[in-house]
T-cell receptor
Framework: GAVVSQHPSWVICKSGTSVKIECRSL??????MFWYRQFPKQSLMLMAT?????????EQGVEKDKFLINHASLTLSTLTVTSAHPEDSSFYIC?????????????FGPGTRLTVT | DAKTTQPTSMDCAEGRAANLPCNHS???????VYWYRQIHSQGPQYIIH???NNETNEMASLIITEDRKSSTLILPHATLRDTAVYYC?????????????FGAGTILRVKS
């Protein structure tokens, strides 16, 4: 089945530094990737949608200059949290859609736990 | 996309069927009903989806009412590993750029 991986699975960084999270589709081509954020005891919140080779589309209220998304290839998207602060501590989950599948299904990665100290 | 309403939480005895309801009274004709679940600290997992007819796969069954305003996800023999948050999502399918928007979901606790 379709597999999406994320790296790292968890990361601790100091306030003010930047952190990059990778999302890879391992056995399919992901024409579209999605980034979600989830705070404790809350549901997933969609942050942005990115199509390969294009700029990401951010949801309302998500700062595009703070959360930099790059989707340079059909198997890799990255999310960079710039100048991270403690309030950015969260569970970040990516999702990829198989562009060659007629069902346009989305497959989710295992998530990355970010802790900013 | 249409909104959904789910109970906040449910309990189920291990080995029994778990029936998770979802209301989607404003669903439109070209919108599908999707179910995902999220086990603690993991990414969501696709379970099943359907348009009008009932669907069954190796994980679950999906029963959609004739008027399509509600549906029920059935886990036929719940195990402790089925304890998770279950999300019912209604969305248009087969559209480029379409996205999944998650609501609060139902916390299912399977107890021995």
């Amino acid at each position: 089945g379709a597999v999406v991986s994320q790296h790292p699975s968890w990361v601790i960084c100091k306030s003010g530094t930047s952190v990059k999270i990778e999302c890879r589709s391992l056995d399919f081509q992901a024409t579209t990737m999605f980034w979600y954020r989830q705070f404790p005891k809350q549901s997933l919140m969609l942050m942005a949608t990115s199509n390969e080779g294009s700029k990401a589309t951010y949801e309302q209220g998500v700062e595009k200059d703070k959360f930099l998304i790059n989707h340079a290839s059909l198997t890799l998207s990255t999310l960079t949290v710039t100048s991270a602060h403690p309030e950015d501590s969260s569970f970040y989950i990516c999702s990829a859609r198989d562009g060659t599948s007629a069902s346009y299904e989305q497959y989710f990665g295992p998530g990355t736990r970010l802790t900013v100290t | 996309d249409a909104k959904t309403t789910q109970p906040t939480s449910m309990d189920c005895a291990e080995g029994r069927a778990a029936n998770l309801p979802c209301n989607h009274s404003t669903i439109s004709g070209n919108e599908y009903v999707y179910w995902y679940r999220q086990i603690h600290s993991q990414g969501p997992q696709y379970i099943i989806h359907g348009l009008k007819n009932n669907e069954t796969n190796e994980m679950a069954s999906l029963i959609i009412t004739e008027d399509r305003k509600s549906s029920t996800l059935i886990l036929p023999h719940a195990t402790l590993r089925d304890t998770a948050v279950y999300y019912c999502i209604v969305r248009k399918n087969m559209e480029y750029g379409n996205k999944l928007v998650f609501g609060a979901g139902t916390i299912l606790r399977v107890k021995s």
